[in-house]
């Protein structure tokens, strides 16, 4: 399995993945129907500096991916995704440890990140995390 860099060029890769993540209403986020670049935001997204995208790719094909932001000290993993077929193999790890790399190359204190608890088993998530020695700091 890579882990690649999403860049400019790899909008319609981010928003497949995106859309397979957080569902076909996330397109709307990412995409503006009534531009003449329908792919303006995303590209604007993938050019920002204090962002990283980066996706694990099997051969050819998108296996998952990861979304993460800087502010401050601290490094945001706001989305993390694997398809079905590919977990259990190392694959939401090798993307973990890609955003955790670059929060260590930023000199960043803290990871965060959030569980949402609209997905289908929150707890297994939030196990796998603690798993990998983060700590829950609340709970909403």
Same mark, same amino acid.
Request: overall charge negative; charged content about 25%; cysteine-free.
């Given at each position: 399995m890579d882990i690649e860099k999403l860049v400019e060029g790899d909008e319609v890769r981010f928003v497949n993945l995106m859309v397979e993540a957080r569902g076909p209403q996330a397109a709307s986020a990412f995409?503006?129907?009534? &531009? &003449?670049?329908? *792919?303006f935001p995303v590209k604007k997204k993938l050019k920002k500096s204090n962002r990283e995208d980066w /996706? /694990?790719? #099997?051969?050819?094909?998108?296996?998952?991916?990861?979304? &993460? +932001?800087? &502010?401050?000290?601290?490094v945001t993993v706001? +989305?993390?995704?694997?398809? $079905?077929?590919?977990?259990?193999?190392g694959t939401g790890q090798k993307l973990l440890e890609r955003a955790e %790399?670059?929060? $260590?190359? *930023?000199? +960043?204190?803290?990871? %965060? +990140?959030?569980? #949402?608890? =609209?997905? =289908? #088993?929150? $707890?297994?998530?939030?196990?796998? *995390?603690q798993g990998r020695g983060y700590q829950i700091d609340s709970s909403v």
């Open positions: 995409i503006n129907l009534s &531009s &003449s670049d329908p *792919l /996706a /694990a790719k #099997d051969g050819s094909i998108d296996a998952g991916i990861i979304s &993460s +932001t800087v &502010s401050g000290n601290a706001n +989305t993390l995704f694997v398809k $079905e077929q590919y977990r259990r193999q %790399k670059w929060a $260590e190359e *930023l000199g +960043t204190v803290m990871i %965060k +990140t959030s569980v #949402d608890r =609209e997905i =289908e #088993d929150p $707890e297994k998530v939030i196990n796998w *995390l």
